[in-house]
């Protein structure tokens, strides 16, 4: 099994790579439906309705990804945006809906930024999320 480490993943907005970019966190999640019956016996059941993504990473500010996160927060506009792993790819079209400035006396000047989905006008720009297959093999000999 081969492990990377966070600092080996890349957050790409707008075709450019966010290397002041640290604890990147994709949250995914999936609202649900009570469809609880009586042949339960007891047993809340539950049905998963829609799909839910954010990401929130910390930016250590110095360079030109700031003012362009900014830029993007003031704007409203969406971009494409990619988070690659060691095992998964996501890319959607996605707004800054928090840029949130930090000045702490003994560590770098930071922003802590939240990215959203925006609206898309077909399913071909949904949000995608991609794993990838296992490419080991096992074998009884």
């Known amino acids: 099994m081969a492990i990377k480490l966070g600092l080996s993943c890349t957050l790409t907005v707008d075709s450019v790579e966010i290397e002041n970019a640290k604890d990147v966190t994709l949250n995914f999640e999936m609202g649900d439906a009570d469809v609880t019956t009586r042949a339960a016996e007891g047993w809340r059941m539950h049905m998963p309705t829609l799909a839910d993504v954010g ?14 996160l900014a830029t ?21 079209k996605m707004t800054v ?19 959203r989905p925006a609206p898309v ?3 071909s720009d949904a949000p995608d999320l991609s794993l990838a297959s296992s490419t080991s093999s096992t074998s009884n000999s």
């Open 55 to 68: 990401i929130e990473f910390e930016l250590v500010l110095g360079g030109a990804d700031g003012a362009k």
């Open 72 to 92: 993007l927060f003031n704007s409203g506009d969406a971009v494409d945006v990619e988070v690659a792993g060691g095992n998964f790819e996501f890319t959607a």
């Open 121 to 123: 006008e077909s399913a």
């Open 97 to 115: 809906t928090n840029f949130s400035a930090s000045q702490p006396l003994e560590n770098a000047e930071s922003v802590s930024v939240t990215l």
